[in-house]
């Protein structure tokens, strides 16, 4: 089943409330350890000295505490596991895997100076940007291979992976999908999703823009993409139901727009039980949106978290990325150096030319649009 953190993405306020407690922690948290100051102040590898010297630091702490990481997200389960085996030495607390960005700073908050405070973060850039007083700046060894772009320059956050909003279906039951208007056809009856509301879910809000940029709008033009989904509505294929895999395999949703990484879930989720789910993104309508990486500046495992970044930008965490059906930050330095898996890459989506790409002021602008227009025209 599709993880919440379809309500984290950076471009929506989450809606959903869940609980904080951490794995392996007691639900208020005992008191943290006293964190190495060296370590809690390491704003590069230098500062430690050596990556043998980080790998020591990290395995006396012993542990690492990470939150909103589901399995099924981008590949996470292979990622942490990873990272397990690379230092069993340090046990991997995973906190609430379906928590949103925001509730991600929540949980550091509410367990500062225990031992259940999230060492690391995992966020939308709208929630990244607004929370850097909550992040100790770190600079990974891959620094100079991140774009300017996509990093606060200061070493706060910075981007990881992104997948491509894509549109997925049963190709067997519906053959070929080439263009939004094939979605009219009455075979499509009551079966085309979108992950979400677009006011509220991040994965249906890039699903909405994707659409409005085929049906011929922009980010300062929304209006088409909702005249898109009020002709599905009319022509009785948009359902609302929420996607699901058991929706997929039953064919109530028969065709989603979503994550490519998602989209890569379904596929080998449903790949044994005989569905053939297909998917693909346009060249015109790649859009992207970029989760961050962040450390807690009261992280109780400082050395621990330094280490796990050290991790996630090496070329085994990115082809791990790449893997699970997302665009890794690091891949255009990886083809040019060599490290990235090839065959992985032969089977993966690249995102084609110029990305569709947005600032918070536009994302907030146009959530506020879609809730004053979304529910008027397409219904709860």
């Known amino acids: 089943m599709i993880s919440l953190r379809k309500f984290a993405a950076g471009s929506v306020a989450a809606v959903l409330a869940v609980s904080l407690a951490a794995c392996g922690s007691s639900a208020s948290g005992s008191a943290a350890s006293s964190a190495d100051p060296k370590s809690a102040s390491a704003t590069s590898l230098s500062d430690f000295g050596s990556m043998s010297d980080l790998e020591a630091a990290a395995k006396k702490e012993g542990a690492l505490n990470v939150i909103a990481l589901p399995h099924n997200w981008s590949n996470y389960g292979e990622v ?20 949103s960005s925001k509730e991600e700073i929540d949980a550091a908050n509410t367990n500062k100076g225990t031992d259940a405070a999230p060492d690391v973060f ?29 990093k606060d320059a ?18 067997d039951k519906y053959g ?15 079966t085309v999703a979108l992950n979400g509301k677009p006011a509220e879910a991040g994965a249906a809000f890039n699903g909405f823009l994707m659409v409005n940029q085929l049906a011929g709008g922009d980010i300062d033009n929304t209006q088409p993409g909702l005249d898109y989904f009020k002709k599905l509505k009319d022509a009785g294929n948009l359902t609302q139901v929420d996607v699901t895999d058991a929706t997929i395999e039953s ?24 569905v053939n789910w297909e998917y693909k993104t346009f060249p015109k309508a790649q859009v992207v949106s970029y989760y961050n990486q962040a450390i807690n500046k009261d992280a109780p495992h400082p050395a ?22 997302a665009n890794p930050v690091l891949l255009d330095a990886m083809e040019k150096d060599g490290t990235v898996d090839q065959d992985i890459l032969a089977k993966s989506i690249k995102i084609e030319g110029t990305p569709v ?6 994302s907030s602008r146009i959530t506020e649009w879609l809730q004053n227009n979304w529910d008027a025209t397409i219904g709860n």
Not at 357 to 362: L, P, Q, R
Request: glycine fraction near 8%; hydrophobic fraction near 35%; charged fraction near 20%.
């Open 251 to 274: 064919g109530q949703t028969g065709v989603v727009f979503d994550w490519t990484y998602n989209q890569s879930s379904y596929q080998s989720a449903l790949k044994d039980k005989g």
């Open 304 to 325: 621990a978290a330094r280490l796990w970044e050290e991790y996630l930008y090496s070329a085994d965490a990115q082809n791990l990325w790449l893997k699970g059906g």
């Open 122 to 150: 995992d966020l939308g850039l709208a929630v990244a940007a607004t929370s850097t007083d909550s992040f100790a700046p770190y600079k990974v060894q891959a620094w100079d291979s991140i774009p300017d772009d996509v």
């Open 80 to 99: 942490i596991d990873g990272f397990k085996k690379k230092y069993p030495e340090i046990t991997v607390n995973e906190m609430n895997p379906n928590a």
């Open 357 to 362: 790409t947005y600032t918070n002021e536009d």
């Open 176 to 190: 070929d999908i080439s263009s939004l208007d094939d979605l009219l056809d009455s075979k499509f009856a009551g």
């Open 154 to 171: 200061n070493g706060a956050y910075y981007a990881d992976y992104t997948g491509i909003m894509s549109i997925g279906w049963n190709k």
